[in-house]
């Protein structure tokens, strides 16, 4: 580090060609940081999918709906642990459009011993088995500006999708909040009782939107979804079963491949901060030819000619990258800019990692023409250059 005063000379040289470039750099790794947010926001229901958790839905569309009925025949089936049902209910709180959320009436105890990744202290899940009209409700929703709930909160919805007897809004008590068992864990749902749903809905009684059931051997899983399938086959309600991973991956792949676009994307960004990181070291190293002779006249070596230059460019890419995931970093920690769209917004480590790794290649690739330029620079050569 006894040289980091000359390196530092060195980008101070021309500090608006360096600026440039920090800022060009930066932008790029702020850019890569928002897009790996984005793809984990999008792509969350995958990771956190229950391998030993399948999805059984009706086979012709998921809007379509199956007898509440199915589920004491789905546990009867050889490899099935247990099953619990969902069904959407599209919540909009205060009759505004723009304050729907998940909203999903199930069966507590059922619906909390197959999602152990909601953790839900254990009095009020106590609360939730004794309140008739109680509902548990995510951190990340109870945080939402336009809802700011609390336990023992009143509160109504509407649903346009199921009305209540008597065209009259639904009346729930907030008994509980749930937290993620990590991160990575949605905790924008609003869940509450199934009878109470049942027995108030203006139609539809008996039936539920889909099933998640539990086998007792991933490896199995396939056989048990293809088993399942045959129990209902020829039936006017006949279902399709896939594993829990591949239901959320069909989500994600209706707006396209999150993953083919990231890297599209990234691809020509750096691609193009590669260009500009290079021909600002080409240049520096270029106006400091007779410089560089000097200090090889001084006695450093070839090596270290090249050591020097290479630091230089770690340095500046070092500087404008890091800052760049930095604030990434800090923009996702503020919370999710659509809640209701993108519940899940964090920047997950193993990025700012890749990402650092991003930084020192970049500088390392940046600077290597340049520095082995100066490496093999020849003394007389260089000081017979003009600057």
Not at 266 to 286: D, P
Not at 314 to 328: E, P, R, Y
Request: net charge neutral; proline share 4%.
């Amino acid at each position: 580090m006894k040289f980091l005063h000359l390196v530092w000379s060195n980008l101070k040289r021309r500090k608006l060609r360096t600026l440039l470039t920090l800022l060009s750099i930066f932008v790029a790794f702020l850019l890569f940081g928002l897009l790996c947010t984005i793809k984990e926001a999008f792509t969350a229901g995958v990771t956190m999918a229950g391998a030993d958790r399948l999805i059984v839905r009706h086979k012709v569309s998921l809007i379509m709906t199956l007898p509440e009925s199915h589920r004491a025949r789905m546990e009867r089936i050889p490899g099935v642990v247990a099953a619990s049902h969902w069904t959407w209910f599209n919540g909009i709180y205060k009759n505004e459009p723009k304050n729907f959320f998940g909203t999903f009436p199930v069966e507590p105890e059922a619906f909390l011993a197959m999602h152990t990744e909601y953790v839900l202290p254990e009095d009020q899940k106590q609360a939730w088995l004794k309140t008739r009209t109680g509902a548990v409700v995510g951190r990340t929703l109870t945080e939402r500006k336009e809802f700011q709930w609390k336990i023992g909160d009143r509160i109504q919805l509407i649903s346009p999708i199921w009305p209540r007897k008597g065209d009259q809004p639904w009346e729930f008590e907030v008994v509980g909040i749930y937290d993620g068992a990590n991160k990575g864990t949605d905790t924008s749902g609003f869940f509450f009782r199934y009878d109470y749903f049942d027995e108030g809905r203006a139609f539809g009684e008996g039936v539920v939107g889909w099933y998640t059931v539990r086998v007792n051997d991933p490896e199995r899983a396939a056989e048990v979804a293809k088993a399942i399938d045959e129990e209902f086959a020829n039936s006017p309600h006949e279902t399709k079963s896939e594993p829990e991973g591949a239901f959320a991956q069909g989500f994600v792949q209706q707006v396209g491949d999150i993953g083919a676009i990231l890297i599209g994307i990234l691809s020509a960004v750096f691609f193009t901060i590669l260009l500009v990181a290079g021909n600002t070291m080409a240049q520096s190293v270029r106006e400091r030819t007779e410089e560089i002779g000097v200090l090889k006249a001084m006695g450093f070596t070839n090596e270290l000619a090249l050591a020097l230059v290479l630091f230089e460019s770690c340095l500046l890419t070092g500087i404008g990258g890091l800052a760049g995931l930095g604030v990434a970093w800090l923009i996702a920690a503020g919370g999710s800019p659509v809640p209701s769209m993108l519940p899940v917004f964090y920047l997950p480590v193993r990025y700012v990692g890749i990402g650092a790794g991003l930084v020192f290649a970049l500088g390392v690739i940046a600077g290597i023409l340049p520095a082995l330029n100066a490496m093999r620079l020849r003394i007389a050569d260089a000081l017979r250059r003009q600057g």
